[in-house]
Nanobody, 128 residues
Framework: QVQLVESGGGLVQTGNSLKLSCTHFGRTFNMYHMGWFRQTPGKGREFVAAITWNGGDTAYGDSVKGRFTISRDNAMKTVYLQMNSLTFEDTAVYFC?????????????????????WGPGTQVTVSS
């Protein structure tokens, strides 16, 4: 079983930065692709960013491309989301998710159904 715990959320002013972390409690973190999604009340989850099991490839949602950066440290079993130039529209609950890469299937980072485990989420609020 895998447990994911996000941290780093909080209140930040427009234009500032925030870095989220997601720690993986379980074995074989380096066999999971990792992703970040976000959700606001009344809306479905929106894809934010994802990274392959070895960090060799990344993907970003259109609304965050050029502002957010996903990275991972397999030794620390942690995936990060560096968020720069934040705007009010980035306000949401941010979730990290793990997609088992060991089955060799094609990577579909934007498809939330691909992900096997989810964290409880961390709130990010951007104020003007």
């Amino acid at each position: 079983q895998v447990q994911l715990v996000e941290s780093g959320g909080g209140l930040v002013q427009t234009g500032n930065s925030l870095k989220l972390s997601c720690t993986h409690f379980g074995r074989t973190f380096n066999m999971y692709h990792m992703g970040w999604f976000r959700q606001t009340p009344g809306k479905g989850r929106e894809f934010v960013a994802a990274i392959t099991w070895n960090g060799g490839d990344t993907a970003y949602g259109d609304s965050v491309k050029g502002r957010f950066t996903i990275s991972r440290d397999n030794a620390m079993k942690t995936v990060y989301l560096q968020m720069n130039s934040l705007t009010f529209e980035d306000t949401a609950v941010y979730f990290c998710a793990a997609d088992w890469a060991g089955d060799g299937t094609t990577w579909h980072p934007r498809n939330e159904m691909q992900y096997d485990f989810w964290g409880p989420g961390t709130q990010v609020t951007v104020s003007s």
